[in-house]
T-cell receptor, first 112, second 112 residues
C-alpha cells in the first residue's frame, strides 16, 4: 500500500521568503514521487518528479525537492516566493505499474 | 499539440438530470482517470481505465458511470443517483508503467 501526507493544508509566506511545503510518503517498494501545482479553476500541472535518479530534483518556476529515504520525505522548496506562486500544491506517489496516490494538497498564500 | 481536452469548462444542470462530461486525449496513453475535487478535500478517484473496453471503480464511484470504447476517449456520466454532484471534475491520462499523470483543465459542474 502507498500513501501520502502533506503537513499543513494552508501555508502563508511573504514575498521573497523561503517556501517549504512538506510531503511524507509510505511505500513498500522504491517510489516515484511527484509535485503538481494547481491554479484556480485549472487542471494540475507537473512541477517536478523523482524516479530514482538524483535525489535533489529541480523543477519548473524555481522549485526543487529532495528525496530523503531515511525520512520518507519529499519536501518542496523555493528560495524566494513570488506572488505568482500562490496556488495549491499536491504531492503524489506511485511505483512501477501502479496508480498515483495524491496527498490532500497544500494551499500556498503569498503576502506582498 | 498533444494533450487532454475536457469539455465543457462550465456546465449547469437541473437536479435529477443526467449529464456527460467529455474527456479526450491524443497522447496515446493507455490509462485514463476521473477525479472529483471539492474544496479542502483534495482529489478523489471516481473511475479509471487501463485499457480499452475495461474500467474499474475508484473510491467514490456511486452515482457515476463511464465507458471506454476508444483509447482516446473516456466520458463520465453523472447520474441522478449522485447525491451531491456539484464539484470540479478532472480527467487525467498516463502511459502504463507508473509514470506521471497528465491532466485536463477540468469541468466545473453546478447542479441547481
Amino acid at each position: 500500500a502507498q500513501s501520502v501526507t502533506q503537513l499543513g493544508s494552508h501555508v502563508s509566506v511573504s514575498e521573497g521568503a523561503l517556501v517549504l511545503l512538506r510531503c511524507n510518503y509510505s511505500s513498500s517498494v522504491p517510489p516515484y514521487l511527484f509535485w503538481y501545482v494547481q491554479y484556480p479553476n485549472q487542471g494540475l500541472q507537473l512541477l517536478l518528479k523523482y524516479t530514482s535518479a538524483a535525489t535533489l530534483v529541480k523543477g519548473i518556476n524555481g522549485f526543487e525537492a529532495e528525496f530523503k529515504k531515511s525520512e520518507t520525505s519529499f519536501h518542496l522548496t523555493k528560495p524566494s516566493a513570488h506572488m505568482s506562486d500562490a496556488a495549491e500544491y499536491f504531492c503524489a506517489v506511485t511505483h512501477a505499474g501502479n496508480m498515483l496516490t495524491f496527498g490532500g494538497g497544500t494551499r500556498l498564500m503569498v503576502k506582498p | 499539440d498533444g494533450g487532454i481536452t475536457q469539455s465543457p469548462k462550465y456546465l449547469f444542470r437541473k437536479e435529477g438530470q443526467n449529464v456527460t462530461l467529455s474527456c479526450e486525449q491524443n497522447l496515446n496513453h493507455d490509462a485514463m482517470y476521473w477525479y472529483r475535487q471539492d474544496p479542502g478535500q483534495g482529489l478523489r478517484l471516481i473511475y479509471y481505465s487501463q485499457i480499452v473496453n475495461d474500467f474499474q471503480k475508484g473510491d467514490i464511484a456511486e452515482g457515476y458511470s463511464v465507458s471506454r470504447e476508444k483509447k482516446e476517449s473516456f466520458p463520465l456520466t453523472v447520474t441522478s443517483a449522485q447525491k451531491n454532484p456539484t464539484a470540479f471534475y478532472l480527467c487525467a491520462s498516463s502511459p502504463q508503467g507508473g509514470t506521471e499523470a497528465f491532466f485536463g483543465q477540468g469541468t466545473r459542474l453546478t447542479v441547481v
